[in-house]
């Protein structure tokens, strides 16, 4: 059983291991500062202008309104990072295949925060009712996202081409995709359910 807590031992020297915690409503303002650095400097996001603290709030209600996890990983008392992960697409079908989303705050870049972050991710949405994750990598994962996707079992599954225009250039995105639990190999638990 998964707590949505998770520790690991490779922590860089002079800090203590990252915690991954459900995050709060007092993350909040660290998780805006995050993403906001993401949307006004990298393409990781392609929003063009950072949502408000209140846009955060709504977005990480829809996400446990959906039964799915929302995490941050805290070093030393600090949010180096979150993670969240949300329904690939609105259509009933789709409801057993999410979408991850990590974004790790610049000043803990190296320290294997994005892993312990996806590793979390992973692990607790397998507990539940999904049975695919798809990551949506921008840029060809310039970032070092394909690398670490592929690390924990993500596949390459296709790559759409110039699809999005941010800092004044055209950007792929590129999908990957890995099995949750028994992925396609049984049929899903509300089998019996009609949309």
Not at 70 to 78: F, P, Q, S
Not at 95 to 107: F, G, K, L, M, W
């Amino acid at each position: 059983m998964n707590t949505g807590s998770h520790t690991e031992a490779n922590a860089a020297p002079g800090t203590t291991a990252p915690h991954v915690r459900d995050a709060t409503e007092a993350d909040l303002p660290a998780i805006q500062a995050i993403y906001a650095h993401h949307v006004l400097t990298g393409v990781a996001s392609f929003e063009e202008t950072p949502p408000s603290v209140d846009d955060l709030r709504a977005r990480r209600e829809s996400v446990l309104g959906h039964g799915l996890p929302y995490m941050v990983a805290e070093v030393d008392g600090v949010v180096a990072g979150y993670c969240y992960a949300t329904p690939y697409r609105p259509r009933a079908a789709y409801r057993h295949t999410i979408e991850d989303s990590i974004y790790v705050d610049d000043a803990f870049r190296g320290r294997g925060i994005g892993r312990i972050l996806l590793k979390a991710l992973i692990e607790r949405c397998e507990s539940g009712p999904w049975r695919q994750m798809i990551a949506v990598i921008a840029d060809g994962g310039s970032g070092g996202s394909m690398s670490l996707h592929g690390s924990l079992g993500f596949e390459l599954t296709g790559t759409l081409k110039a699809v999005g225009f941010k800092h004044g250039r055209w950007l792929d995105t590129t999908l990957m995709q890995r099995t949750l639990g028994p992925g396609a190999d049984a049929p899903p638990r509300d089998f019996s359910r009609k949309n």
